[in-house]
């Protein structure tokens, strides 16, 4: 994942993301389950894996994430979750 | 790379260090909490709060001793790192240092309402203009989960294993409240860090206390309700509803304070060399212009190298009449040494000091053995009589000594000093009466060179003619 | 030529201005509240900083965060109050920052009373906070002194970064003696370690934890061999007639001037006596007392303490020559007869024995 300072493009694994979208950085997630709770539309959950730190991270259904940043909130880790919301050409 | 697809995203805040290479081992991008602490989620808050007020650079941010001792590791800002408990004191020095800065002082439990109670107490009293958030949970994290002031009733922790009894260990501390009740604080909230709702209501609160700063209002809280699974032996989830469940009952949400839109903005100004201004305040100090050689010239030998006790009650210008008699040696060259009799000796109404004039430098300021005694009142005749020496001078004010010294060794210079003074109009110059019969006696200093003296040192001239005239009086009264 | 008589606190305040120091955190105790009073009273004319802190645990601590931010900065108490600092001065050491701390010693130990002593000599120069450390520490027998050591340890602060005391009593705090002013200092060097809230310095870090063994380690042996720099350049001492001495007379503080003015008496009878009048007590002259045992053949420590600083003087003498030690204390003040007393009876008996 390569996150932006320009703030306006998001890419995983070379493509561009397309918002509203949330990436789960799974190396960084602690598994808590916070981003889970808070999230409307319920498009996270917790993957049966395990990551390098030895926590069972958080995963994106892969749609109908709203962008609403209330996991980007709830979540400890600065890096774990990032919320790319839609641009407004996309509006 | 492909075209502008994604719109703005909300990521790892600036304010936060990318890789935290602070932190040492591995894991320089993750934090050091435990999975689902509050701690993690208020930096976030906060760091992004930095963003949006474009503060970082000029943030300092203090860490005192608790699970987020290693604030350092993360803020990318100035950090101080400090003593558990003290972090308001480190944040007054440096608030006062810098105000242009952004002070955050960010604390625990344990750190704020037990062990540095009265630094916050203090700080938020005094309205030191900083930010402090304030981290409830109600547990020591750091140390291994150990009661906290803010521990609930049964609460159970590794230092209230039957659960807290609060009629043994106190009642959980309600520090909002209690510091709501102060005059200077600007803005107190408690907030929580459960739902998605309060998470938000968190923020408004973490962005409106570090504005309240940005805007020079005053002090400013914000106690966060903070999950420490770990130490509370909860998942994640279990621990926000004992959050909503226990701790928010005892912890009752909401604003306490806040006077923000009454407040004016403070303006303090960063300290300065200001080196006019200490020129100017040390040449308003009292000084001698010195003149002549302390030869001792015209001084009979017996009255040579003085050492000098002057003793009275308090209210009779004792240690002005001591430092007087010093001044005018100072001004004729010679060394002197001035010490008063001070605490416990110089209350229950008495005074005294001691004043050694020589050719040489003085090497003891103090005087055991007096060549010279003068006394303005009958108790300190007869507590320094015995210890004159041999040879030497007593000069007492007999209009309050009846008793006349009985030492048959000695010069005794009987002088009605307070009558004098009090024919002057002013009880208060019989110690100058006493000073100009002393002087008179022994022809060490004249009249004149008392007067050019007091012009010099005197602060207030409005007595000096007074003051003249006293001195004057005591010389006539011995010839 | 202008000259002042001046109280001994008061000249101390006025150097510490003369140094450029503009803040001042303290609480109030006998007998050195007039420092602090001074303090309120001068410092907001210039523009600085005073606070009378909620106690001396907080006062250091508020130190500790002017000294962060790059300021000269002070404190002052007295013997109970610098106990409570001593928590802050660890800190202080440990994040090697500068400052100025004042110790007008009483008697104790508990509340004790507000008389002069020379108790704190063990608290402030062997330690009394955690940890490996060592404090500047400098003794003045003179308001001049004050002014002036008050002057230097500002600058010794700053040049070494870590905390330096002035360790003094009542008596030479509370005495007025003429002062001439030196000149003030017109600019403080720039501390580019500070953090002072400005862009260049947002990445500065002051910090006393060092997780990692190996880093504290080495954090304390970096700060030895500062200590070791101090010694070689520092030591500071005044030196009375030891050239020909048969026994030296070894005391500080005002303790000093009292031995000063039994030394002019002995030697009046003919006693070759000398005095050596350590001016720094830590870094201590250890090195000129063992030279002055190659050549004298008594030492006599006075102190106002059941002996604290003598250990150092037998430390310096090594078992070279015997070590005498008078000490009053409690507040009590040994009277220049005692003191003479004191030198004839450590005289040594048949002068200089081979
Ligand atoms: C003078 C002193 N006493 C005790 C400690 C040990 N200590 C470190 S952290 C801590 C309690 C921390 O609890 P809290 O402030 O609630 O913060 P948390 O770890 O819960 O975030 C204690 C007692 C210390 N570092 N210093
Ligand atoms: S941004 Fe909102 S909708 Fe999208 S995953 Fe996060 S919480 Fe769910
Ligand atoms: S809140 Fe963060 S750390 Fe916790 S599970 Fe979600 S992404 Fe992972
Ligand atoms: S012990 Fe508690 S407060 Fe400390 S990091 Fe872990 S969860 Fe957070």
């Known amino acids: 994942m390569k996150r932006t300072s320009e703030g306006e493009i998001m890419t995983v694994a070379g493509s561009a993301v397309e918002g509203p979208a949330v990436v789960i950085d799974e190396d960084l997630c602690k598994g808590c389950g916070l981003c889970i709770d808070v999230c409307p ?47 407004r050409r996309h509006r | 790379m492909s075209t502008m697809t994604g719109g703005a995203v909300l990521q790892w805040p600036e304010s936060l260090y990318r890789t935290f290479h602070r932190k040492p081992g591995g894991g320089q991008e993750s934090t050091h909490y435990c999975p689902g602490c ?74 704020l309402a037990a062990i540095g109670t009265s630094n916050i107490l203090h700080a938020a009293n005094r309205g030191e203009p900083i930010t402090v958030f304030f981290v409830n949970n109600a547990i020591y994290g750091m140390t291994g989960g150990q009661m906290a002031p803010t521990t609930l009733d049964g609460q159970r922790t590794t230092t209230s294993p039957r659960g807290r009894d609060t009629m043994d260990t106190g009642s959980p501390l309600r520090v909002s409240e209690l510091l709501s ?7 107190i909230e408690r907030v929580a860090l459960t739902d998605a709702k309060h998470i938000m209501t968190a923020r408004r609160a973490v962005r409106k206390a570090l504005k309240a700063q940005v805007e020079g209002k005053g002090f400013s809280l914000v106690e966060v309700l903070s999950p420490c699974p770990i130490n509370w032996k909860m998942d994640p989830a279990e621990s926000k509803a004992w959050i909503t469940d ?53 001084v009979a030998d017996r009255y040579r190298e003085p050492q000098v006790k002057i003793a009275g009650f308090g209210g009779q210008g004792v240690l002005f009449l001591g430092s007087l ?55 300190s005749l007869e507590r320094f009589e015995p210890t004159v020496t041999p040879g030497g001078v007593i000069v007492y004010n007999s209009t309050l000594i009846s008793k006349t010294p009985t030492r048959q060794d000695v010069e005794v210079v009987a002088v ?13 110059a019989a110690n100058l009466v006493l000073l100009g019969a002393y002087l008179a006696h022994t022809g060490m200093f004249s009249a004149a060179e008392v007067e050019a003296t007091m012009d010099q040192v005197l602060k207030s001239h409005g007595m000096l003619e007074l003051n003249r005239q006293a001195v004057a009086r005591g010389f006539a009264a011995t010839t | 030529m202008a000259v002042e008589l001046v109280k001994g606190n008061d000249a101390l305040l006025r150097g510490a201005v003369l140094a450029g120091c503009r803040t001042f955190y303290g609480y109030p105790i006998t007998p050195s509240s007039e420092i602090a009073e001074s303090a309120a009273a001068l410092l907001p004319q210039l523009g600085g900083t005073f606070v009378q802190s909620e106690c001396e645990v907080g006062a250091i601590q508020m130190v500790y965060g002017a000294a962060s931010a790059g300021e000269r900065v002070m404190t002052a108490s007295s013997s109970p109050g610098i106990s409570l600092k001593l928590e802050g001065v660890s800190y202080l050491v440990g994040s090697e920052l500068p400052a100025v701390i004042i110790d007008i010693m009483r008697g104790g ?115 030895f061999e500062k200590y070791a720099s101090i010694e070689a350049a520092e030591v500071r001492y005044e030196e009375v007639q030891t050239a020909d001495a048969e026994l030296v007379v070894v005391g500080y503080g005002i303790v000093s001037r009292l031995l000063r003015a039994a030394l002019a008496r002995v030697r009046d009878q003919g006693l070759r006596v000398g005095m050596l009048r350590p001016i720094t007590l830590w870094p201590y002259p250890s090195q000129r007392l063992a030279e002055l045992a190659e050549t004298a053949s008594g030492f006599l420590v006075a102190e106002l303490s059941t002996g604290q600083m003598v250990e150092d003087v037998r430390l310096a003498v090594n078992g070279r020559r015997p070590v005498a030690f008078h000490g009053r204390y409690g507040g009590a003040v040994p009277s220049v007869d005692e003191l003479v007393k004191a030198i004839e009876a450590a005289y040594p008996a048949e002068g200089r024995s081979a």
């Open chain 1, 41 to 87: 539309p319920g498009v996270l959950r917790q993957d049966s894996k395990l990551n390098h730190l030895g926590f069972h991270p958080v995963a994106y259904l892969g749609k109908w994430c709203n962008a609403c940043g209330l996991c980007f909130f709830a979540c400890p880790e600065p890096g774990a979750i990032v919320v790319v919301k839609p641009s």
């Open chain 2, 325 to 379: 008699l010093a001044n005018v040696a100072l001004r004729r060259n010679y060394h002197v040494t001035w010490l008063p009799a001070y605490g416990p000796e110089s209350r229950g109404g008495t005074a005294n000091c001691n004043v050694v004039i020589s050719a040489e430098p003085v090497a003891s300021p103090m005087v055991t053995e007096p060549s010279v005694l003068m006394a303005l009142n009958a108790p």
């Open chain 2, 38 to 111: 509050g701690h993690g989620v208020l930096h976030k808050l906060i760091a992004e709060a930095m963003d949006d007020l474009a503060i970082r650079e000029r943030t300092v941010f203090i860490s005192p001793v608790g699970c987020s001792v290693f604030g350092y590791y993360y803020f990318d800002c100035g950090n101080v790192q400090v003593a558990h408990g003290r972090a308001p004191a480190v944040a007054t020095g440096i608030k006062r240092a810098l105000p242009h800065s952004v002070v955050i002082s960010y604390q625990g439990d344990g750190d």
């Open chain 2, 416 to 428: 009605p000093a307070t009558a004098i003074a009090d024919e002057l109009g002013e009880t208060r």
């Open chain 2, 181 to 187: 009740t102060l005059d200077a604080p600007v803005y």
């Open chain 2, 246 to 298: 226990h701790l928010m009952p005892a912890f009752p949400l909401g604003v306490y304070k806040d006077v923000l839109a009454e407040r004016e903005p403070q303006t303090r100004l960063a300290p300065q060399l200001a080196l006019d201004k200490v020129a100017e305040l040390f040449a308003a100090e009292p000084s001698v212009e010195r003149t002549g050689e302390p030869t001792w010239d015209g």
């Open chain 3, 109 to 223: 130990p508990g509340l004790g009373n507000i008389a002069p002593a020379q108790g704190d000599y063990f608290q402030v120069v062997k330690g009394g906070g955690h940890g490996d450390y060592r404090l500047i520490v400098l003794a003045p027998n003179s308001p001049q002194e004050m002014c002036d050591l008050a002057m230097l340890a500002f600058e010794l602060a700053d040049r070494y970064r870590n905390p330096v005391v002035v360790l003094s009593d009542g008596f030479t705090g509370q005495m007025m003696e003429a002062v001439e002013f030196p000149v003030p200092v017109t600019s403080i060097p720039p501390k580019d370690w500070a953090v002072r809230a400005t862009p260049e310095t947002s990445g500065n870090l002051i910090n006393s934890i060092r997780l990692m063994p190996e880093d504290l380690e080495e954090h304390v042996t970096a700060l």
